[in-house]
């Protein structure tokens, strides 16, 4: 079946840091991945959606210049949450559609905490 | 952007019994999705009911959909301890993005 990696599944980083997540289809080819935010015991809320080669589409609320999605080829999407501070811990899921089949397929998640 | 409510949101039920949960949304879809998630792990994908559907089975699961009453539910018979984790809806409309409710958490106790 599909998979979808994320990289790193965890990462501890201090306040004003920057850190990268990285989201790869690995044997498909995804021209459409989506960036998931959750909340302890909440729902997936989406972030933003992006294309490969192309501009990501921010939801409502989502600060493009803190949250930067870079989707550089159609196996790699990588989310850089910028100068994070304590309220951008959370677990970060990313998602990928397959071109041809339309499915789409969950990474397994990154728990960002910020100190 | 619309979003599912899924009740009860949380459901402790002893092993062997059958657990439902209901979905609710506002919009009209394409098709729902039901996803399970175990405790800080990423989605796996249940099963997929498109809005021509009225019922489907996968196993144990059994899933209903009334889009007269924007609803769904997910059953699954003769729950297992493995069975505990949170289950989300999740529904597809016009915009093909996936929007998810807000997941009830199932406990299985042996």
């Known amino acids: 079946g599909a998979v979808v990696s994320q990289h790193p599944s965890r990462v501890i980083c201090k306040s004003g840091t920057s850190v990268k997540i990285e989201c790869r289809s690995l044997?498909?080819?995804?021209?459409?991945m989506f960036w998931y935010r959750q909340f302890p015991k909440k729902s997936l809320m989406l972030m933003a959606t992006?294309?490969?080669?192309?501009?990501?589409?921010?939801e409502q609320g989502v600060e493009k210049d803190k949250f930067l999605i870079n989707h550089a080829s159609l196996t790699l999407s990588t989310l850089t949450v910028t100068s994070a501070h304590p309220e951008d811990s959370s677990f970060y899921i990313c998602?990928?559609?397959?071109?041809?089949?339309?499915?789409?397929?969950f990474g397994p998640g990154t728990r960002l905490t910020v100190l | 952007s619309q979003q599912g409510e899924e009740d009860p949101q949380a459901l402790s039920i002893q092993e062997g019994e059958n657990a439902t949960m209901n979905c609710s949304y506002k919009?009209?879809?394409?098709?729902l999705q039901w996803y399970r998630q175990n405790s800080g792990r990423g989605l796996v994908h249940l099963i997929l009911?498109?809005?021509?559907?009225r019922e489907k089975h996968s196993g144990r699961l059994r899933v209903t959909l009334d889009t007269s009453k924007k609803s769904s539910s997910l059953l699954i018979t003769a729950s297992r301890a493995a069975d505990t984790a949170s289950y989300f809806c999740?529904?597809?409309?016009?915009?093909?993005?996936?929007?998810f409710g807000t997941g009830t958490q199932l406990k299985v106790e042996l």
């Open positions: 009911i498109r809005s021509n559907e």
């Open positions: 044997d498909f080819q995804a021209t459409t």
């Open positions: 998602s990928a559609r397959s071109w041809d089949t339309n499915e789409q397929f």
């Open positions: 992006s294309n490969e080669g192309s501009k990501a589409t921010y």
């Open positions: 919009t009209s879809i394409n098709n």
């Open positions: 999740a529904t597809r409309g016009g915009g093909n993005k996936l929007t």
